[in-house]
């Protein structure tokens, strides 16, 4: 009989418990000690192997009053079933894992300005619980946020409210003031609280009428009542930042983009007058999904942190 051929393998499949004896019994040569280890009679055990070797069509051990020894079939089987059960176990210990969130991956989508400002931190501390876990960040506007929370391309977003509510969930995570930026020579003019009529006085530079951010800034410009055409409109914060430092004017931007504008002293910025004008920042999911372990224990970790859109 071919041991370990296929037709075997399909016609024989011996239990993981009678492999894992036969691997105690091979360790220690004693049957009775094996039972005591197992919390078995010995006449079980000897079942057990008898069945497997019944199974197996083979020999296993060579055993006396005295003495148990492998039989050059048991020599042949142990360090397959070595493997197997180490191969068994390891795998269970990864699935294991996986399901208390202790591995997998998670895909985050986040705003840029969140990205840069938020979530470093909330990840940094994450991986040191979570280290197996892999963590892969997409940045995007709200609407392709949004789109790939829809087609389950990300686990969840970070970002702004979405406009169809239905089948997304929305938890708020803090709320994102406007604050007037500029370079810091200007600042030194402009009090704190600064007044809206400010963006009467200077240039102001904007997103492109798309963005969400512009969006926020005009109906803030309308809330205030005031006029503030956008002499420059960019597509990017940090080419704002690179405008405002060259002296080109000034603009008004959620706080929490202050980290894309640049450093080195070339950026300042100011909290405004009433009304206040804000945007709300926090974490939506797609409603009905059940997500990963790991996915969830990252997502509590962000709902529990007590955020500011200046941390």
């Not at 990840?123 to 997409?138: K, M, N």
Request: a neutral charge; aromatic letters at 6%; glycine letters at 6%.
């Amino acid at each position: 009989m071919d041991l370990f051929g296929y037709g075997w393998i399909m016609a024989r499949c011996p239990s993981l418990t009678s492999l894992r004896l036969f691997l105690q019994v091979a360790s220690s040569l004693s049957f009775s000690e094996t039972a005591r280890a197992a919390n078995l009679s010995q006449p079980a055990l000897s079942r057990t192997i008898k069945l497997l070797e019944e199974d197996l069509g083979v020999r296993l051990f060579d055993r006396n009053s005295r003495n148990v020894r492998l039989t050059a079939a048991g020599a042949t089987l142990l360090p397959i079933v070595e493997r197997l059960t180490g191969d068994f176990d390891l795998a269970f210990r990864e699935l294991s894992q996986t399901f208390e969130g202790q591995r997998g991956r998670v895909v985050i989508g986040v705003l840029p300005s969140a990205a840069a400002n938020l979530l470093p931190k909330v990840i940094a501390r994450f991986r040191r619980s979570h280290p197996q876990v892999e963590i892969t960040v997409r940045e995007n506007l709200s609407g392709g946020l949004y789109q790939s929370l829809q087609d389950r391309l990300i686990d969840f977003a970070v970002g702004t409210p979405p406009m169809i509510a239905d089948e997304i969930a929305f938890e708020p995570l803090f709320e994102d003031d406007c604050i007037l930026v500029c370079r810091p020579q200007d600042a030194e003019a402009i009090p704190d609280p600064a007044p809206w009529k400010v963006f009467r006085e200077l240039p102001f530079i904007g997103m492109e009428p798309r963005s969400s951010v512009r969006m926020l800034t005009d109906a803030a410009f309308a809330k205030a009542d005031i006029a503030a055409p956008a002499l420059y409109e960019c597509a990017q914060v940090a080419t704002v930042g690179g405008l405002i430092s060259a002296g080109l004017g000034i603009s008004l931007l959620p706080r929490s983009t202050l980290p894309l504008l640049g450093s080195g002293g070339a950026i300042a910025w100011r909290t405004m007058r009433p009304p206040r004008v804000f945007r709300t920042i926090g974490v939506s999911r797609l409603m009905g999904r059940t997500l990963a372990p790991a996915a969830t224990a990252l997502l509590q970790e962000l709902v529990s942190t007590e955020i500011h859109s200046d941390s």
